[in-house]
């Protein structure tokens, strides 16, 4: 086996400790002695280890106890009472790749020998398992890519064994490729005599169909001005980089150059950014989700795209109009970028995640322009049933709070000037518990729950409906939350004001020292129907400004605490709802004591009022202005906690309980990525460990880096495959005649009399099981 140090012309140590064979040694846990004759073996042995390897790829490594009876049923060779796999046995039956009857031979042979690291043929039980660990390593794909073409086990890829890989993909086929290059010789040498090391590849591999498409624009350019013909455009893209293309774009590329007939001219220029575009679709996916922050239904324009990308110098002007001019044939007349844009654009294929794991994940609706009346009710209905339940939670969370608050409202001088039952919040909170007990604090909580719940619900929902319609391409004016945020308000009132008049007149109930027991019946009868309206107005005066000044500032308070992803976390949710508390509470306090005033009976020697501007200048000019900040304190420190509790439950139930209406969702609550190889990890049970990802990695190196293999036989794959038996027929009958004569220097050399009739017996033998 070569050396290692001498992997880039032996001249100083290679920079490679990633696969060399000591690190396959080391993986597999084999201590092979210097002198042994592992070398002149033709069936290598090792062991694994599976403590010793941990996965870096999501997939807990496989016990070798589980993988041997699994080698066990899938091998089907035996040699001196040892199993072996077969390349068909590996790649189509175990793995379930290339079943078809028509298969092409070479290719299956080709990836099954990345587990074959012998390079013999055959797939030993120690070979498997190393394989296994292989496939959980970070860098798997480009791992397995090298030991596809490091054909001698050398650790090292030569000139010739890279050219004799790379020619059977498809792109070679398709476009041929010029190995005498000035690229190659970079790579190789200038006698292309260099053996590259495993870092090297990588490279290469990243560099090599970038290569192919200029040496193909170069073929195609006939008159050498630098331009080539739309339809030879679409030739490139679609043999060399077909790699980088979705069906979206493959489909418009004749369109996106700007001409549908053959005598339209591309240029080089063109060319080079609309493949640099196609590459960086990742960072394109990063400069939108940075400004989309949560919101995945943000339609961008240029102007605002080229603005957010002028901190990233790796972007040009020229990708940025390519870019907008593709996403404009999805939408012909609408020049905006959307997430859904950027997903027919990107190769690697974006998927969408939610911040948390979903017990319900339903897609009532594939498209939101299949939304009709019914599905808008069902969402509307869906929204009200988890507004009640957060709404329900908000509000046992703080009824305490409430409690304090409104007795601290109600409270008016006595009989004697400055005589009052409380002297502050904290000690009606501390009289309350001493005189009526802990349950005092609760005192009114079955109606509170009643109404809060549909109070909120309809709250919820009504903002929410609101914002729909108000939402254009992802975006909502200012002006259109703060009336969403007001609708929603205004439509509370007349379900919840008859609810908020019996909570108010059971939390002061404990104030009055009676024998008749007071409770909701005895409040309903002694009110009557228009009763349980008193105070609507001073109702409509708060709940309106409160959520048209919460609503808005709780959607700019998410964005600003959202992470750099745009999600809003459990406790980014909660700090914003409580934040966005602060200001509305305590702005709308005088419409708030003016409507318990109005609501609450008066006892004998208080003051009546006679509607909302009685009671307000009755107030001012009995009391002054300051009481109408009573209980500011206390209303923030209850409505804050309040809506963060209602908003944080009423969001995270939308996560867990996921149904998708077609309509908007909460902004934060889900983050676009690329799809990684465990996305699309094998659910066959005798998969296990990392061989999940198999079927994945290979696919991989066809998609990542263009190395696409070609899937059927055809007339000339055949020749070539018999060919190359044959020419293994005659290296095992010279092999055996050189270790004859090496073993037995003594006996007469074999001549050719002697070694016709062995070839013959070896021919026979092989071409019978070619011919089978």
């Known amino acids: 086996m070569a050396a290692v140090g001498t992997a880039e012309g032996g001249s100083s140590p290679a920079f490679d400790h990633l696969l060399t064979?000591?690190?396959?040694?080391?993986?597999?846990?084999?201590?092979?002695?210097?002198?042994?004759?592992?070398?002149?073996?033709?069936?290598?042995?090792?062991?694994?280890?599976?403590?010793?390897?941990?996965?870096?790829?999501?997939i807990p490594r496989a016990n070798p106890d589980h993988l041997r009876p699994i080698f066990e049923r899938f091998a089907s060779k035996d040699v001196k009472g040892k199993k072996y796999m077969t390349s068909e046995d590996f790649i189509r039956n175990y793995l379930g790749l290339y079943t078809e009857e028509n298969y092409n031979r070479e290719t299956v042979r080709l990836l099954a020998s990345a587990a074959d690291t012998t390079k013999d043929g055959d797939i030993s039980f120690e070979e498997f398992c190393a394989f296994e660990a292989l496939l959980c390593s970070p860098d798997a794909l480009y791992l397995t890519a090298f030991e596809l073409f490091d054909r001698n086990a050398s650790d090292s890829i030569s000139c010739e064994e890279f050219e004799a890989i790379i020619r059977h993909?498809?792109?070679?086929?398709?476009?041929?490729?010029?190995?005498?290059?000035?690229?190659?010789k970079r790579y190789f040498g200038a006698d292309k005599k260099r053996t590259i090391n495993y870092h090297s590849f990588t490279q290469l591999l990243h560099d090599f169909?970038?290569?192919?498409?200029?040496?193909?624009?170069?073929?195609?350019?006939?008159?050498?001005?630098?331009?080539?013909s739309s339809i030879d455009f679409q030739q490139?893209?679609?043999?060399?980089?077909?790699?980088l293309l979705t069906p979206f774009v493959r489909h418009n590329l004749i369109a996106v150059s700007g001409g549908g007939a053959s005598g339209h001219k591309v240029t080089f220029p063109y060319y080079a950014a609309f493949n640099s575009l196609l590459a960086k679709m990742e960072l394109i996916k990063r400069v939108y989700v940075s400004q989309a922050r949560g919101n995945l239904h943000l339609e961008m324009t240029k102007e605002d795209f080229l603005q957010a990308t002028q901190s990233y110098a790796q972007i040009t002007p020229y990708e940025v109009e390519i870019l907008f001019h593709l996403s404009e044939l999805a939408h012909p007349g609408k020049k905006t970028l959307s997430l859904e844009d950027i997903e027919l654009i990107d190769p690697e294929?974006?998927?969408?995640?939610?911040?948390?794991?979903?017990?319900?994940?339903?897609?009532?609706?594939?498209?939101?322009?299949?939304?009709?009346?019914?599905?808008?009710?069902?969402?509307?209905?869906?929204?009200?049933?988890?507004?009640?339940?957060?709404?329900?939670?908000?509000?046992?969370?703080?009824?305490?709070?409430?409690?304090?608050?409104?007795?601290?409202?109600?409270?008016?001088?006595?009989?004697?000037v400055g005589e009052v039952m409380y002297k502050n919040s904290l000690d009606c909170f501390k009289k309350v518990v001493k005189f009526e007990g802990l349950l005092g604090l609760y005192r009114g909580l079955l109606p509170q729950i009643v109404g809060v719940a549909p109070e909120k619900a309809i709250k919820l929902t009504m903002n929410d409906y609101m914002r729909d319609k108000f939402t254009t391409d992802g975006k909502i004016p200012l002006y259109g939350e703060i009336i969403a945020g007001g609708t929603g308000g205004m439509c509370q009132v007349a379900f919840t004001n008859p609810l908020e008049i019996v909570k108010i007149r059971l939390q002061v109930a404990g104030e009055?020292?009676?024998?008749?027991?007071?409770?909701?019946?005895?409040?309903?009868?002694?009110?009557?129907?228009?009763?349980?309206?008193?105070g609507a107005r001073a109702c409509f005066l708060r709940d309106i400004p409160f959520s048209a000044i919460y609503f808005p500032a709780y959607a700019h308070a998410k964005?600003?605490?959202?992470?750099?992803?745009?999600?809003?976390?459990?406790?980014?949710?909660?700090?914003?709802?409580?934040?966005?508390?602060?200001p509305a509470a305590g702005l709308v306090t005088p419409a708030d004591v003016i409507k318990t005033r109005l609501q609450v009976a008066a006892r004998a020697g208080q003051t009546t009022y006679n509607g909302v501007i009685d009671c307000a200048k009755k107030i001012m000019r009995e009391e002054g202005p300051k009481a109408f900040w009573k209980g500011t304190a206390a209303r923030v420190c209850r409505s804050s906690p309040q809506f963060a509790v209602t908003l944080l439950t009423y969001e995270v139930l939308q996560r867990l309980f996921y149904v998708d209406f077609g309509g908007s969702r909460p902004t934060g609550s889900e983050s676009a990525t690329t799809k990684s190889i465990v996305d699309e990890s094998s659910t066959n049970p005798d998969h296990v460990g990392g061989y999940k990802l198999a079927a994945a990695t290979f696919s991989g190196i066809e998609h990542k880096f263009g190395l696409f293999l070609p899937r059927f036989e055809t007339s000339t794959t055949k020749f070539l495959f018999y060919l190359y038996l044959?020419?293994?027929?005659?290296?095992?009958?010279?092999?055996?005649?050189?270790?004859?004569?090496?073993f037995f220097p003594s006996s007469a050399p074999l001549s050719s009399s002697h070694t016709l009739p062995v070839f013959m017996e070896v021919f026979h033998y092989n071409l019978s099981v070619v011919l089978v």
Not at 368 to 382: C, F, N, Q
Not at 383 to 411: E, W
């Open 209 to 228: 169909y970038e290569e192919q498409g200029i040496q193909a624009f170069k073929k195609y350019d006939t008159k050498g001005d630098g331009a080539i």
């Open 512 to 534: 009055i020292q009676s024998s008749q027991k007071i409770g909701v019946f005895t409040i309903l009868k002694e009110l009557g129907f228009l009763g349980l309206y008193r």
């Open 559 to 582: 964005l600003a605490t959202a992470d750099a992803d745009g999600i809003n976390h459990p406790s980014s949710l909660f700090c914003s709802a409580f934040i966005a508390g602060v």
């Open 21 to 58: 064979s000591e690190r396959r040694r080391s993986l597999l846990g084999s201590h092979v002695s210097k002198n042994d004759l592992f070398s002149l073996s033709p069936f290598r042995t090792a062991s694994c280890n599976a403590e010793t390897v941990v996965t870096a790829r999501g």
């Open 169 to 184: 993909t498809q792109p070679l086929h398709d476009q041929d490729f010029d190995f005498n290059s000035e690229f190659i």
């Open 349 to 416: 294929r974006l998927k969408r995640v939610s911040q948390m794991d979903r017990l319900i994940n339903i897609k009532a609706v594939h498209h939101k322009d299949e939304r009709g009346m019914g599905t808008a009710l069902m969402e509307s209905a869906y929204r009200f049933l988890l507004g009640s339940v957060a709404g329900a939670c908000g509000a046992t969370a703080v009824y305490p709070i409430d409690l304090v608050k409104t007795r601290m409202q109600n409270q008016r001088s006595g009989s004697f």
């Open 726 to 742: 044959a020419a293994s027929f005659l290296r095992e009958f010279f092999s055996y005649i050189q270790l004859r004569n090496a």
């Open 236 to 243: 490139i893209m679609t043999t060399v980089k077909r790699h």
